[in-house]
């Protein structure tokens, strides 16, 4: 005779023996007794495994068939990876879940586990992409021996943001040492009334009759260019800023600009040669 099954609650032991009962597997019940008067009471792990009312196989010939409709129940997990036998583990306290519910609740935490992981990759990848990218320098760079170099973006934003006060047409094309200027610096000047372009998007046209347009829209429009960034120390330097209609308006500007405050400021106009014919 082998034990298959047991519980600290007797409604559990005396479930499991009709169980296989109904399969024709004769069974027995011990420590019936003294867990009838208080079939609820409550339960001490201190209490020896001997104590607790348990399921026994009479004949050997059933043991392994019961074995079987019990851990088809999910009631048992064996303990060993072979095929002998192994004492059985209570898996639940009460009723038995059912077969399917329970795969489909291991369905549903894998998903989670998977969206999870895959949201933990895109925030990685974010990361990652933010610190390969390197800050836009807020200073100049040596030499400082009056050459031109690259315009620093912030410089190109406080240009810009100087000279729109002068503008009269509706759409405002701009460009640093002539080429577009980023999306990131127009989008971050760009204010109303003006449409605010890469300088590419415009046309330039020296007729007078016509002037630079915007041919998305066909309104006139005004070439602005920032260029020559000439910095004599890591906080100062000069800049020139043309601003083009047609061959008969626009001007030319040498700008003193310097880092006051944590900002880049137009301090000074160095030369001015304006055209409004």
């Not at 300088?199 to 260029?227: K, N």
Request: glycine share 6%; proline share 6%; hydrophobic share 40%.
């Amino acid at each position: 005779m082998r034990q298959v099954f047991s519980s600290p609650r007797l409604e559990n032991v005396e479930g499991v023996a009709q169980l296989l009962r109904e399969a024709d597997i004769e069974v027995r019940i011990t420590q019936a007794r003294s867990y009838k008067g208080n079939r609820r009471g409550g339960f001490s792990y201190r209490e020896q495994d001997n104590a607790r009312p348990a399921v026994w196989v009479v004949k050997s010939e059933d043991q392994v068939r019961a074995r079987e409709i019990l851990r088809s129940a999910g009631l048992i997990d064996s303990t060993r990876r072979d095929e002998a036998y192994a004492t059985p583990t209570f898996r639940i306290d009460s009723a038995a879940v059912p077969a399917g519910g329970d795969a489909a609740s291991k369905r549903a935490f894998r998903i989670k586990l998977v969206l999870l992981a895959g949201i933990m990759v895109v925030v990685g990848l974010a990361i990652v992409r933010w610190l390969q990218t390197p800050p836009a320098p807020s200073l100049a760079s040596p030499p400082f021996n009056g050459r031109a170099a690259a315009t620093l973006p912030a410089v190109a934003a406080a240009v810009f943001q100087h000279e729109m006060a002068d503008v009269q047409l509706p759409v405002l094309c701009l460009g640093v040492d002539g080429r577009d200027a980023p999306t990131t610096l127009i989008n971050t000047i760009a204010r109303r009334p003006f449409t605010t372009v890469p300088a590419s998007r415009c046309r330039r046209i020296a007729d007078s009759d016509t002037g630079s347009v915007f041919p998305a829209t066909g309104e006139p429009a005004v070439i602005l260019d920032v260029h020559d960034f000439r910095p004599s120390a890591p906080d100062a330097g000069t800049i020139r800023a043309t601003a083009y209609h047609h061959q008969m308006y626009g001007s030319y500007k040498t700008l003193e600009v310097r880092h006051v405050q944590g900002a880049w400021r137009v301090t000074r106009t160095i030369r001015h040669v304006s055209m409004r014919g």
